[in-house]
């Protein structure tokens, strides 16, 4: 039987993200995809010019209505969020339809770069923290991890200066007390304070001290430790050559993690094919001289992603 998720994430017009991003993924991966748009926009917020409707107030309809169709998913992916309240509307629908068997994804859509998004407050973090607490996997960046965490971004990068080692183990040890305060403090039973959640901290930036060359490099860990690692050095696609960061990766690199996983491959494989995924779909539109806000030419790339083009599951670590 087909499986099927929720992607909860807005529909923008222009930049190849959130809910384009992740029926198109889900799509090739052999997934069915339920939207939900959490807010509706002309294009993603990087553009200069736009406009946003708030959808919060929809979300408990599509709550209600897809209760009484008797429907049920096999994964549940979170993103873009409108509004704080949102995030309440959202935690409504993981009541219902979060179940055991279910596997929630969140993907906490927050900042970049260090810095929040200027649409975003300390409100909305607040909110997005109560989602992140109830995730089976969470996606955040850098930043993300450090807003969600009350960590100061600056203050990693200066103490760990581009040694990944060292920064592997400030996020663990930061995650540690932040989940070790949660399960103190939790009245939810349903967040996940044991070591069930893997959190997969995204784009770091690093330093090849081998070649000499920046790259981007994703951590994957639990409470138990750091299970994983994957760089975009592998994959022919180094950070010094790509510049800055494109509209829509990290939707689609958390589209193909939680397809990947509902398709009963492991979590380190499923981040190996989104790196190189990404990787090359970034080359192509490096080289094409693409405004970062038009999103990444991932379209040509979906063959990897086919059931019968997935490499099989390796033993060892991540490249």
Avoid at 93 to 105: C, I, N, P
Avoid at 119 to 136: I, S
Avoid at 162 to 168: I, P, V, Y
Avoid at 290 to 298: E, S
Wanted: glycine share 8%.
């Amino acid at each position: 039987m087909q499986k099927k998720i929720a992607a909860i994430n807005d529909l923008s017009g222009l930049g190849k993200c959130s809910l384009y991003a992740d029926i198109s993924i889900a799509s090739a991966m052999g997934i069915e995809v339920c939207s939900l748009p959490s807010a509706i926009l002309t294009s993603q917020t990087g553009y200069r010019d736009y406009c946003c409707t708030d959808f919060t107030y929809q979300i408990s309809t599509y709550t209600e209505k897809w209760s009484n169709l008797g429907l049920s998913f096999q994964g549940i992916l979170s993103g873009f969020l409108a509004s704080s309240d949102a995030a309440d509307e959202v935690c409504e629908f993981l009541e219902r339809f979060h179940s055991k068997g279910t596997l929630y994804l969140c993907d906490p859509v927050l900042g970049d770069n260090g810095n929040c998004f200027f649409t975003f407050g300390e409100r909305q973090t607040a909110a997005m923290r109560k989602l992140a607490a109830r995730a089976d996997i969470l996606t955040p960046n850098l930043t993300e991890f450090c807003l969600l965490y009350q960590a100061s971004y600056e203050e990693l990068l200066r103490q760990t200066a581009g040694d990944t080692e060292a920064l592997a183990e400030e996020l663990l040890s930061i995650y540690r007390h932040a989940r070790s305060a949660e399960a103190v403090s939790a009245t939810d039973d349903r967040s996940s304070t044991d070591e069930a959640q893997t959190v997969i901290v995204t784009g770091i930036p690093s330093l090849n001290r081998s070649t000499g060359k920046k790259e981007m490099v994703n951590l994957i860990l639990n409470q138990s430790g750091i299970i994983g690692r994957s760089s975009t050095r592998r994959h022919g696609a180094e950070v010094s050559e790509q510049g800055t960061s494109f509209s829509g990766t990290g939707d689609l690199f958390a589209a193909i993690v939680l397809c990947d996983l509902l398709r009963g491959r492991k979590i380190e494989d499923a981040v190996r094919l989104a790196t190189a995924f990404l990787s090359r779909s970034v080359a192509d539109t490096v080289r094409e001289e693409t405004d970062r806000n038009g999103g990444i030419h991932f379209e040509t790339h979906l063959s990897m992603l086919l059931p019968e083009a997935v490499p099989p599951t390796r033993p060892g670590d991540l490249p």
